[in-house]
Structures are given as C-alpha cells and as structure tokens.
C-alpha cells in the first residue's frame, strides 16, 4: 500500500516545473505545434498558439547571451525581403530589448550600418537571453519593435537596407 502512494506521489512530483518551463522553451524554439511527455500517470501536453502560421519554417536556436552562440549560420533565421529593404523577424516569443543592459545604449540606432552576425538586439524568453544577429549587411533603416515589449514569433523587428 504504501508502494502505491509513493508511487502517485513520484508520478505528481516527477516533472518539476522547471521541466514544463524547458518544455515551453523547446517547443517555441522547434516551431512544433505540440509537445506532450508522460511520466507515469503524469501526463503534460504543451500546444503552441493557434495563430501561429503552421507554414512558417522552424525558428533555429538563437544564440544565448552566457553562452557560446548556438546559430549556425546568420541565414537560418527567419527574414524576408521586403521590396528593397531584408526584414529580421524575431525568432522566438519574449521581451524585445534594444540594449544589453538597463542604463546601457542600444545595440543598433536607425541609420546605423551592420555586418551579418552583429548583434541587433535581444529577446528574451523563459528567462534566456537570446542575442538576434544581422543575417544581411546594410544600414538599419527601420527599428520595428518597442523597447521592452512583448514580441511573437516571426514578429517583424528590424528592415535592413542590404549592401550592394
């Protein structure tokens, strides 16, 4: 009897919440619709938004500020051209901060000029501060996100006029 009641109390204790966290995280980083993981009688599902585009190719990891950058390659984040100007889209949900710091100055002012894999900004998600590079060189001409305010998925942030 009592191997039962240990048992129900592992399976309600055996995903602590930092685990449903990381969940959340992996999930808005695959670009999946669902994440379910069952452990005992626990089960846990994690569904994306229904307003995501399903279309939408998978965000890659962005590169974490306390650690070595995770991104490949500049081009693997998602961006379009728009007429003559590369848009950034955010590649996670979070908080969009221009500036590495409070107190400190942006990143990147309108006018400045980039090179890919500079840092344009970070969006903070499930407490991990993702740096967002420059995936095109050029001149920022737009800054298209309030500092400190929430940003979604594929979001636009930045138009980049490109070098020619």
Do not use: W
């Not at 999930?27 to 999946?32: D, F, T």
């Not at 100055?105 to 970070?122: F, S």
């Amino acid at each position: 009897m009592s191997d039962s009641g240990s048992t129900r109390e592992h399976s309600k204790a055996g995903l602590p919440l930092d685990d449903v966290g990381r969940l959340v995280e992996l999930l808005a980083e695959s670009g999946v619709g669902e994440i379910r993981v069952r452990q005992g009688e626990l089960e846990i599902t994690v569904k994306a938004k229904a307003e995501a585009p399903a279309e939408q190719p998978a965000p890659q990891a962005a590169a974490r500020v306390e650690a070595v950058p995770e991104v490949g390659a500049p081009a693997e984040l998602p961006a379009e051209r728009n007429g003559d100007l590369h848009m950034v889209r955010s590649p996670v949900v979070g908080t969009f901060y221009r500036a590495p710091a409070p107190g400190e100055g942006p990143y990147v002012e309108v006018g400045d000029r980039v090179k890919v894999g500079q840092t344009l900004c970070i969006v903070e998600a499930m407490k991990l501060m993702n740096e967002i590079p420059a995936d095109s060189s050029g001149e920022i001409v737009e800054i298209l996100a309030e500092n400190a305010k929430g940003v979604e998925y594929d979001q636009p942030l930045f138009n980049i006029r490109p070098e020619v």
